[in-house]
């Protein structure tokens, strides 16, 4: 009898046993194909040597020291490797445990921020509907993913929520993409007016929208006219990259693509592709200098922030994704993905929409090609896709709820950024017979 309190407990799940490249195998042998890369983490596959080899040399060093008392080389390396890679005016790393944890502070920092320039009436937060920024409960209450959020209403604090930019289903027939984009944004602007710009404290919204929407980008032009509006009314800009960032929708930031910079960007995930718990938030100087010159301390912390591990993990890794240039082949692969998917299912009877970036992609899953119309969510659909998949030994993070929290089905690929063409014929020829398992092909 086991007494790990499980994610799920409705059904066991087999013990894993060992990780190489691409490939992960339980106890019994089998191996699965890490196609989602977990919850799209391990962009450097299993086993990495040089990882583990920092990991190693780190540990000899020191394992841990608390940053209320320590700074470490791999930590001061790792924030300088950042930055000089990072959007234009962000210049401040803050280190933590995971995504969570990044958004959390990304958000007492903006609350801290107003606070200390003398604007403390700016506390409300604006994100979008459909969107996933953590499960902390502040976290938790930005997002838009409703059905995570219903059980824990009473204890979250409030934010409103406007349209994503959702192409497939919100631009209209008769619409430019770059009309669609400028709509969609003004919905900004109208709730910003609503609620009064002297409340409004940040908008947060990911760049490319991942497990709740399933690798949506926005059209082209969007986020600059979101970047005008907040500037317009002195509102801080929270891009959250923890899953789209760190090359996995192929440039090492996301919104390097749609031409912009954030005040706050929150990463996760791929930064330490899964061979040590790490996160971060980046912020602009100003904001950082507001801190320093100010009270001189961020009103936050957590044991493990800085953690010097950790910290030499993830410069591994980012040197790895820059220097060794896995962000541009996950670009290159990234397309030829794409184009499998397209190949394989871009005439699929249920298949409503192949969309994403880079090793970023979606595929939505539709009843109804011609209106869109999706499943009866009481069949499960994405539930059945998840099952047949990990039957036939591919690992892909679909989810339900894609359209409004209750209706739509979709599935969320990620691989490893190591894959070869033959891994990309792998993943569709797998899902291929998760689909025909499902649908009676």
């Known amino acids: 009898m086991s007494h790990v309190f499980p994610r799920q407990t409705k059904s066991p799940i087999p013990t894993i046993e060992r990780g190489e490249g691409v490939y992960l195998y339980d106890q019994s042998g089998k191996q699965y194909f890490d196609g989602s890369g977990g919850a799209a983490v391990s962009c450097l596959g299993h086993g990495d040597v040089d990882v583990t080899g920092a990991i190693k040399a780190q540990l000899d060093k020191v394992a841990f020291a608390h940053t209320r008392f320590f700074t470490s080389e791999p930590a001061e390396e790792l924030a300088d490797k950042l930055i000089a890679h990072a959007p234009e005016g962000l210049e401040r790393v803050y280190f933590v445990s995971g995504g969570s944890e990044a958004v959390e502070a990304a958000l007492k920092l903006a609350r801290q921020y107003f606070v200390e320039i003398g604007q403390g009436a700016r506390h409300r937060v604006i ?73 409004v404290m940040a908008f947060v919204a990911e760049p490319v929208v991942g497990a709740t929407l399933g690798a949506v980008p926005a059209v082209q032009g969007y986020f600059k ?3 005008e509006i907040c ?71 957590h044991t493990y922030i800085g953690h010097p591990t950790a910290c030499a993990a993830a410069l591994a890794v980012v040197r790895k994704l820059t220097d060794g240039g896995l962000v541009r082949r996950s670009a290159k692969m990234g397309q030829k993905l794409q184009q499998a998917l397209a190949d394989r299912f871009g005439q699929h009877p249920y298949v409503g929409d192949i969309r994403g970036r880079g090793l970023f992609q979606g595929l939505e899953i539709v009843e109804n090609r011609e209106t869109k119309q999706p499943f009866d969510p009481a069949l499960g659909i994405h539930k059945k896709l998840k099952a047949a998949s990990f039957e036939a030994g591919l690992i892909c ?8 929290g209750r209706n739509g089905d979709h599935i969320l690929l990620a691989p490893p950024f190591i894959l070869t063409e033959n891994h990309i014929e792998e993943i569709v020829k797998k899902l291929g017979q998760a689909f025909a398992r499902v649908f009676d092909e």
């Open 225 to 227: 006219r979101i970047r």
């Open 231 to 301: 500037d317009r009314y002195g509102v801080l800009l929270i891009l959250d990259e923890v899953m789209c960032g760190m090359g996995r929708t192929g440039s090492l930031f996301a919104c390097e693509q749609d031409g912009i910079s954030p005040d706050i960007l929150t990463v996760a995930k791929g930064l330490g592709a899964g061979y040590q718990p790490i996160g971060a938030m980046l912020c602009s100087q100003e904001i950082y200098a507001t801190i320093k010159d100010g009270s001189g301390s961020f009103q936050h912390g």
């Open 127 to 199: 994100a979008r509907r459909q969107s996933y920024h953590g499960n902390t409960l502040a976290a938790l209450a930005t997002g838009g993913n409703m059905w995570r959020r219903a059980p824990f209403e009473p204890l979250m604090l409030g934010t409103t929520h406007i349209s994503p930019c959702y192409e497939y289903r919100d631009r209209n027939p008769d619409e430019t993409a770059q009309a669609y984009g400028e709509r969609a944004a003004a919905e900004l602007e109208t709730e910003i007016l609503r609620l009064g710009p002297d409340s």
């Open 397 to 404: 993070y679909p989810m339900g709820g894609t359209v409004d």
